[in-house]
Antibody, heavy 117, light 107 residues
Framework: QVQLQQSGAELVKPGTSVKLSCKAS????????MNWIKQTTGQGLEWIGI????????SYNVKFKGKATLTVDKSSSTAFMQLSSLTPEDSAVYYC??????????WGQGVMVTVSS | DIQMTQSPSLLSASVGDRVTINCKAS??????LNWYQQKLGEAPKLLIY???NLQTGIPSRFSGSGSGTDYTLTISSLQPEDFGTYFC?????????FGSGTKLEIK
């Protein structure tokens, strides 16, 4: 069955970076684009960007350009999102989600990132 | 960006009630509208895609309708397990955007 397994919770200091992972299993990794979504109590759900695992091509929400960098490792069927220059406003739960045509059909379990000194 | 306005933000209903949640887009989204249910501490779960297509495994009491800018999620007979927060989501234009959510409480 399709599974997206995300890495564990992170507590990081302001100004630093963090790299989150999302390991896919149960399907051909390069067959579906992968998305990243941010969830906070205040802003709700925000789409960050999408990556084509086959080509590495990406598209970002303008709001997250320069903040998020999406990559993949095809050999391990893993998608990554690096968040840079972290501030407390980056504290959130981050999800990876597989896209199927025009909907997210499978989601990772989410990872909480806390930015605090 | 396309703004997705959901209403109501909070809904309290009884088991057996018919419940409707609305989502209004700031421009035509050509029926590229999905509905998700989220329970506390869990990832969102897809209920309906492309306005009115029921995702596999989702009970038939859930249905969706709409066109243009106005969309509706209907639960025909509310069950205790239907509590949670419901989000609409548009996939017509970049950036993809979500509604602000409707919290459904069971009376």
């Amino acid at each position: 069955q399709v599974q997206l397994q995300q890495s564990g919770a992170e507590l990081v200091k302001p100004g630093t970076s963090v790299k989150l992972s999302c390991k896919a299993s149960g399907y051909t990794f390069t067959s579906n684009h992968m998305n990243w979504i941010k969830q906070t109590t205040g802003q709700g759900l925000e789409w960050i960007g999408i990556i084509n695992p086959g080509s590495g091509g990406t598209s970002y929400n303008v709001k997250f350009k320069g903040k998020a960098t999406l990559t993949v490792d095809k050999s391990s069927s893993t998608a990554f999102m690096q968040l840079s220059s972290l501030t407390p406003e980056d504290s959130a739960v981050y999800y990876c989600a597989r896209i199927n045509q025009r909907y997210f059909d499978y989601w990772g379990q989410g990872v909480m990132v806390t930015v605090s000194s | 960006d396309i703004q997705m306005t959901q209403s109501p933000s909070l809904l309290s209903a009884s088991v057996g009630d018919r419940v409707t949640i609305n989502c209004k887009a700031s421009q035509n989204i050509n029926k590229y509208l999905n509905w998700y249910q989220q329970k506390l501490g869990e990832a969102p779960k897809l209920l309906i895609y492309n306005t009115n297509n029921l995702q596999t495994g989702i009970p038939s009491r859930f249905s969706g309708s709409g066109s243009g800018t106005d969309y509706t999620l209907t639960i025909s007979s509310l069950q205790p397990e239907d509590f949670g927060t419901y989000f609409c989501f548009q996939h017509n234009s970049w950036p993809l955007t979500f509604g602000s959510g409707t919290k459904l409480e069971i009376k």
